[in-house]
Nanobody, 131 residues
Framework: QVELVESGGGSVQPGGSLRLSCTVSGDTFDYCLGWFRQAPEKGREGVAL????????FYADSVKGRFTISQDNDKNTIFLDMNSLKPEDTATYYCAATARCASWSYRRNLLLGRPDEFDDWGRGTQVTVSS
C-alpha cells in the first residue's frame, strides 16, 4: 500500500512563495504522481503531474510558469514549488498516485482531469493566500 503525507502548507501574502512536500512510501514503480487542490464549494482540480520514469511533467494552465513539480533523487518525496501566489490558489492541496500511468501513454496530461484514476491520496495540507 502506498502512503502519501503532505506538508508545507500555510498562510502567505499574494505574490509570495511556498514549497509543499509529499513523502512517499511503498512501491510506486512506473506510477504517475500528482498534486490536486480543492477550494471551498469547488471540486478537485488537477494542478501538476510528474511521470518520473521519463521525467515528464504537466501543469494546469492556471499554474503554468508559477508552479513546479519535482521529485528528489531518492524518489521518496514529491515537491510542489509555488511562486507568485494568488488568492485564487487558496485551497487544500493533496498529493496522489496512480499505478495506471502506463495506460495513459501519449495522453498522461489528461490525468490532471481524472482524479478518479488516482487510488492513493494524502490527507491534504492547507494553503491560504491573502493580504
Amino acid at each position: 500500500q502506498v502512503e502519501l503525507v503532505e506538508s508545507g502548507g500555510g498562510s502567505v501574502q499574494p505574490g509570495g512563495s511556498l514549497r509543499l512536500s509529499c513523502t512517499v512510501s511503498g512501491d510506486t514503480f512506473d506510477y504517475c504522481l500528482g498534486w490536486f487542490r480543492q477550494a471551498p464549494e469547488k471540486g478537485r482540480e488537477g494542478v501538476a503531474l510528474i511521470y518520473p520514469q521519463l521525467g515528464y511533467t504537466f501543469y494546469a494552465d492556471s499554474v503554468k510558469g508559477r508552479f513546479t513539480i519535482s521529485q528528489d533523487n531518492d524518489k521518496n518525496t514529491i515537491f510542489l514549488d509555488m511562486n507568485s501566489l494568488k488568492p485564487e490558489d487558496t485551497a487544500t492541496y493533496y498529493c496522489a498516485a496512480t499505478a495506471r500511468c502506463a495506460s495513459w501513454s501519449y495522453r498522461r496530461n489528461l490525468l490532471l482531469g481524472r482524479p478518479d484514476e488516482f487510488d492513493d491520496w494524502g490527507r491534504g495540507t492547507q494553503v491560504t493566500v491573502s493580504s
